[in-house]
């Protein structure tokens, strides 16, 4: 085992928290776990992450007060990215202009970008300030009557009418 390597169990246990808290936090901060086999782990998969990874980690799980529970972690950790832009993305503008994409980010620009390594096309419509507990009711408010493609991504007959209830629907938030 490389000795740069902690697995997210022990750094859990390390700080007294769940291991989906860490795994939270790496989602947040876009670091991906490298898996591997552990003799201590009955030959499962463990997830695993590097010496400086798992200090941008600590200094989040410091972030936590130790007097929260562990649904309090989470609640505080979507707390910290609770501010953002709910976003229509048009995946294939030219050639398949009804499909689309509906989420919240943090950071538009960096979202975007993300998202041209599979979908180099894809061109912002509009965004809307939201926070991020309001992204799943939006989704579904927004997206009612179209075709699901994927998790986030729909197709609609006009995307004109897919703005007009983003529109609506964000009008009414406060």
Known sequence: MDDDLISVRDVAAQHGKAKQTVFKILKRLR????????SAGKNQLVSYITQ???????SELLLIR???SEDGDLVAIENA????????IQLEPEFDPG???????????ERLRHLRCSAPFAK???????QVMWEKTAIDSISAGCERLHTEVFRAVSLDEIIAKCDRFFAIMP
């Open 31 to 38: 670091i991906e776990p490298t898996k591997q086999r552990s």
């Open 52 to 58: 400086e990874e798992f200090k941008l980690v600590r």
């Open 66 to 68: 130790s007097d929260e």
């Open 81 to 88: 990215v609770e501010q953002g832009v709910f976003y229509l």
């Open 99 to 109: 499909r689309f994409k509906l989420g919240f980010t943090a950071s538009l620009p």
């Open 124 to 130: 912002v419509i509009k965004s809307w300030p939201c």
